[in-house]
């Protein structure tokens, strides 16, 4: 674990500073449930979103939206990459500053 890191190789330090001999498998059990939590959520979404009629719902709407905030999301990482202070080969500096026309600058 971390804390067998503050003293003497294969212990760990406990309440009072004294430094107490580390076990294997300590802290597994956190991780494990940590992980069985985890996968019990993924399954629930996973049958929610099987459940829901998706008939009903326009996809062009939703299609248009998310492909308009991948957009934004793209330029805005582009203006954060302009921003650099960097030699960038010659095509590129050119395309980060017509691209940067279109960044929200917040």
Same mark, same amino acid.
């Given at each position: /674990? #971390?804390?067998?890191? %503050?003293? %003497? /190789?294969?212990?760990?330090? $406990?309440?009072?500073? !004294? ?8 802290? @597994? =059990?956190?991780?494990?449930? +940590?992980? !069985?939590? !985890?996968? =019990?959520?993924?399954? =629930?979404? @996973? @049958? ?11 996809? %062009?709407?939703?299609? +248009?939206?998310?492909?308009? /905030?991948? =957009?934004?999301?793209? @330029?805005?990482?582009? !203006? ?20 940067? #026309?279109? $960044?929200?600058? $917040?």
């Amino acid at each position: /674990s #971390i804390g067998c890191s %503050a003293c %003497a /190789s294969g212990t760990r330090p $406990v309440d009072g500073g !004294a430094c107490r001999d580390c076990t294997d498998g300590e802290g @597994y =059990l956190p991780v494990c449930l +940590a992980g !069985a939590v !985890a996968f =019990l959520l993924i399954c =629930l979404t @996973y @049958y929610v979103v099987d459940r829901e009629d998706r008939t009903k719902k326009p996809k %062009a709407a939703l299609m +248009a939206e998310l492909t308009v /905030s991948q =957009l934004l999301t793209v @330029y805005q990482q582009l !203006a954060v990459l302009e921003s650099l202070s960097l030699a960038w080969p010659p095509p590129l500096p050119e395309i980060l500053r017509t691209l940067s #026309i279109l $960044v929200l600058d $917040v």
